[in-house]
């Protein structure tokens, strides 16, 4: 066997270990929302999760097996209304879950299977880094379909459960607002990755592109800017212990799932903070230096022309 024979064997076992831990996960969290202690939830409700919610047949007054569902959910597209038609969107549900030791460690197994899953798929596109980029994901994706998983979530499957293993004094939430970021872009850089999106010249829509690129003026190689934007918030999160010298932050992250905290022994969350369910409105305004075109240039690379003011 090849060495990307090899790689490529490595991959459908440690993902039907993925889909094993994630069931363990998604069957301890039922057993906590149908157990009579009183486990504490805290799930935030913005219209995303709503919509998540909806697409995962749960509801929030069951927030446990909910959340177990998000877990298990390792595939797009069943049904058209499963990421609102975008393979690449993601289901979250931001909030906190008090869960308790047994609970913790099947999540830490889980994301240590995330991880491998993820090195093996990494390493599997390294070794085709000479060939275009939608034969990549081609035979990746048949790798996949072998097997079982034909809709395998990238992304929701390498997306790591945040953890408060620790049961911190406190928890401090907080909402990062949608941002978009700008970027400098070469003439260079947009060619070769108009080449490959389509390698063999057969799309007329990216064709047109290059045309367009080779077109501009060489005045305008310098005002070539992407744009990437974050249309959802996020929920960021943080420890907070108390010692005798101060309060000690630390960051758990952005909370895309239930963080699962380790409840005290009445199944409780720590103090934290609430937050509104969407964040509040908010207008940055605009560089001065940097007003676009409202149109992109290139839309397959999301590159627009700045203008000058």
Request: hydrophobic residues 40%; aromatic residues 6%; charged residues 25%.
């Given at each position: 066997?090849?060495e990307?024979?090899?790689?490529?064997?490595?991959?459908?076992?440690?993902?039907?270990?993925?889909?094993?831990?994630?069931?363990?996960?998604?069957?301890?969290?039922?057993?906590l929302?149908?157990?009579?202690?009183?486990?504490q939830a805290?799930?935030?409700q913005?219209?995303?999760?709503v919509?998540?919610?909806e697409?995962?047949?749960g509801?929030?007054e069951?927030?446990?097996a909910?959340?177990?569902?998000?877990v298990?959910r390792?595939?797009?597209?069943?049904s058209?209304?499963?990421t609102?038609?975008d393979?690449?969107a993601t289901?979250?549900?931001p909030?906190l879950?008090s869960?308790?030791?047994?609970?913790?460690?099947?999540?830490r197994?889980l994301?240590?299977?995330k991880?491998?899953?993820?090195?093996a798929?990494?390493?599997?596109k390294k070794?085709l880094?000479?060939r275009?980029a939608?034969?990549?994901?081609?035979?990746?994706?048949?790798?996949?379909?072998?097997?079982?998983?034909?809709r395998?979530?990238?992304?929701?499957c390498?997306?790591q459960?945040?953890?408060?293993?620790?049961?911190?004094d406190a928890?401090?939430?907080?909402?990062?607002?949608?941002?978009?970021?700008?970027?400098k872009?070469?003439?260079?850089w947009?060619?070769?990755?108009l080449?490959?999106?389509?390698?063999?010249g057969?799309?007329?829509?990216?064709?047109?592109?290059?045309?367009?690129?080779?077109?501009?003026?060489?005045n305008?190689h310098?005002d070539l800017?992407?744009?990437?934007v974050?249309?959802?918030?996020?929920?960021?999160v943080?420890?907070?212990?108390?010692?005798?010298?101060?309060?000690?932050?630390?960051?758990?992250g952005y909370?895309?799932?239930?963080?699962?905290?380790?409840?005290d022994?009445?199944?409780?969350l720590?103090?934290f903070?609430?937050v509104?369910?969407e964040?509040?409105?908010?207008?940055r305004r605009?560089?001065?230096?940097?007003?676009?075109?409202?149109?992109?240039?290139?839309?397959?690379?999301?590159?627009?022309?700045?203008?000058?003011?």
């Amino acid at each position: 066997m090849t060495e990307q024979g090899k790689l490529a064997a490595a991959i459908p076992p440690l993902l039907e270990r993925l889909h094993d831990s994630a069931g363990a996960l998604r069957q301890s969290l039922e057993t906590l929302q149908e157990s009579p202690g009183p486990w504490q939830a805290y799930l935030l409700q913005p219209r995303f999760a709503v919509d998540a919610a909806e697409r995962l047949g749960g509801s929030f007054e069951r927030p446990y097996a909910l959340a177990g569902a998000l877990v298990a959910r390792l595939d797009y597209a069943e049904s058209p209304l499963d990421t609102g038609g975008d393979a690449r969107a993601t289901l979250q549900l931001p909030g906190l879950l008090s869960a308790p030791a047994g609970t913790i460690d099947l999540a830490r197994q889980l994301n240590e299977d995330k991880a491998a899953f993820a090195d093996a798929v990494a390493a599997f596109k390294k070794g085709l880094s000479e060939r275009p980029a939608p034969e990549r994901d081609r035979r990746l994706r048949d790798i996949l379909a072998g097997a079982g998983h034909p809709r395998a979530h990238l992304r929701q499957c390498y997306r790591q459960v945040l953890l408060c293993a620790d049961t911190p004094d406190a928890i401090a939430l907080s909402w990062i607002k949608a941002r978009k970021s700008i970027r400098k872009v070469t003439v260079a850089w947009c060619e070769k990755k108009l080449v490959q999106l389509d390698p063999q010249g057969e799309d007329a829509g990216i064709q047109y592109q290059r045309q367009l690129l080779a077109g501009l003026h060489r005045n305008q190689h310098d005002d070539l800017r992407q744009v990437q934007v974050q249309s959802r918030p996020n929920l960021q999160v943080a420890e907070i212990f108390r010692e005798s010298d101060g309060e000690h932050y630390r960051q758990v992250g952005y909370a895309a799932m239930p963080v699962l905290v380790r409840g005290d022994n009445r199944g409780q969350l720590p103090e934290f903070t609430r937050v509104d369910h969407e964040p509040g409105l908010h207008r940055r305004r605009q560089r001065r230096d940097l007003a676009l075109a409202s149109e992109p240039l290139l839309p397959a690379l999301r590159v627009f022309l700045r203008e000058p003011r």
